[in-house]
Nanobody
Framework: QVQLVESGGGLVQAGGSLRLSCAAS????????MGWFRQAPGKEREFVAA????????YYADSVKGRFTISRDNAKNTVYLQMDSLVPEDTAVYYC????????????????WGQGTQVAISS
């Protein structure tokens, strides 16, 4: 088992930045690959970014590539999502998730989820 708690969401203007954090507790954090997903009202939960257990491999949705950066600090049991050049379309609840196996881009591969943090971008 691993417990995940997101933080860092908020309301910012378009063009601004936010840094989301996801703190993990429970089983060894470094055993898990981590992902960020988001869900806007009335839409499916979608993949945003993922990072391998050691941090050497990262993956991004095309919509955020070049604007968002995922990273992790295994010593602190934390994964981050740095979000720059934010646009109103980035407005959503952002979730972090942990997985052991499976496709990093698929929500169905992830076994553990946080409660989410709201991100709102004003135009």
């Amino acid at each position: 088992q691993v417990q995940l708690v997101e933080s860092g969401g908020g309301l910012v203007q378009a063009g601004g930045s936010l840094r989301l954090s996801c703190a993990a507790s429970g089983r060894t954090f470094s055993s898990y690959a981590m992902g960020w997903f988001r869900q806007a009202p009335g839409k499916e939960r979608e993949f945003v970014a993922a990072i391998s257990w050691g941090g050497s491999n990262t993956y991004y949705a095309d919509s955020v590539k070049g604007r968002f950066t995922i990273s992790r600090d295994n010593a602190k049991n934390t994964v981050y999502l740095q979000m720059d050049s934010l646009v109103p379309e980035d407005t959503a609840v952002y979730y972090c998730a942990a997985k052991v196996n499976g496709n990093a881009l698929s929500r169905w591969s992830y076994s553990y989820w946080g409660q989410g943090t709201q991100v709102a971008i004003s135009s």
